[in-house]
């Protein structure tokens, strides 16, 4: 089976994922689970390569041979874009190609929080989406930079490994920057970047010290800048951006922090409970006045308290918008449990969840 061919089911059976791994046949990841498909029959190493290779243009297969692994994205016409990960594995090549969606869906469609078009739409300051692998991060910040491209007249800059989604100009202009093609790397595309007169910067990660330092820089500077880190929950995010810098400049990093931060997006995904979907469990953080004095202060395990208390001006915590969708009905109880902080907390929650719409009927 020709590699088009798989693309094409990937795409028609709405898989996430497909994963070319010799000895096995392909895999496509649907609603987060792994499904083998075993009629196509197993991967050989000259068909992964054959599949690798017919991808890649000559500069792309120079960086592999050097490398053993290269990020990039592939279009085909009629069937959709993919993020491509080459790499080797036990002496032959693997794939791993992530869909991506054709259209951009704003918040409301991904079923997002409306602080994260809030967020979207600050003048200035940090805004970070983060969550593992998979959790959707790109596809939120899409919403995002499609939003502010809608609502603002402004020059957005977007440095991404690979480009994922392709953004036209609508009342913004847009420019989008690849890493290895256009930029070296992160760091180096931010190092200039405030020559380039930016509204808003779009970071694709921010990966390592220089990259977050220039992060910050530019968000202290008046521009709005938007980025992804792979930290599972609000108060782990900000304790990552304070900790890769050494003990000896921390406490101004933490100033530095408390100022610049405007808010954190956490996701991850859940089985719905039919099975069918996956439905995004969001915590948000909107950094207040009393949160800036926690970051300050080397306090953050009490911004956990804050998430709680915060629902009003648009925060909640992992375990609140866990207990939303089971009240809702939308996932299963044990599914949730899993994924919990605080699973004695959620099952409070839920029982007062419980009594109080019994109280209501």
Do not use: W
């Not at 000559?58 to 080459?86: C, H």
């Amino acid at each position: 089976m020709g590699l088009k061919e798989l693309l094409q089911l990937t795409t028609e059976r709405n898989a996430s994922d497909l994963h070319i791994v010799c000895g096995v046949a392909p895999v496509f990841r649907i609603n987060g689970e792994l499904n083998i498909f075993e009629q196509a029959g197993k991967i050989m190493p000259q068909t992964a390569k054959d599949y690798a290779y017919q991808m890649l243009n000559q500069d792309q297969i120079k960086e592999f041979e050097k490398e053993n692994d290269l990020d990039f994205s592939y279009g085909i016409a009629g069937i959709g874009r993919f993020r491509v990960n080459l790499h080797m594995q036990r002496g032959s090549i693997g794939i791993a190609f992530r869909r991506l969606a054709s259209e951009i869906k704003n918040a409301e469609e991904l079923g997002l929080p409306n602080i994260v078009n809030e967020l979207a739409l600050l003048e200035k300051g940090l805004v970070l989406v983060t969550g593992a692998a998979g959790s959707g991060k790109s596809t939120t910040i899409a919403a995002m930079i499609d939003l502010i491209n809608t609502k603002r007249k402004a020059h957005i800059i977007t440095i991404e490994d690979p480009i994922e989604y392709l953004y036209s100009h609508k009342t913004s202009i847009i420019e989008q920057r690849e890493v290895s093609s256009d930029t070296k790397s992160f760091s180096s595309a931010l190092k200039y970047v405030l020559r380039q007169d930016p509204n808003v910067i779009l970071v694709g990660e921010l990966r390592d010290l220089e990259t977050i330092s220039h992060a910050i820089t530019a968000a202290e500077t008046g521009h709005l800048v938007l980025a992804t880190l792979h930290t599972t929950d609000a108060v782990q995010t900000v304790d990552r951006l304070i900790d890769v810098f050494p003990p000896f400049q921390q406490q101004q990093v933490r100033i530095q922090v408390s100022l610049a931060l405007q808010g954190v997006i956490c996701q991850q995904l859940i089985i719905s409970k039919d099975k069918q979907s996956r439905i995004p469990i969001i915590e948000t953080m909107v950094v207040t006045p009393a949160i800036r004095n926690l970051i300050r202060d080397a306090k953050t395990f009490q911004i956990y308290s804050s998430l709680e208390t915060g629902l009003k001006i648009g925060m909640q915590s992992v375990d609140m918008a866990l207990a939303e969708v089971v009240h809702k009905g939308l996932v299963n109880e044990e599914d949730a449990f899993i994924k919990a902080r605080d699973p004695e907390g959620l099952k409070r929650r839920l029982i007062k969840l419980k009594e109080n719409s019994g109280h209501g009927s």
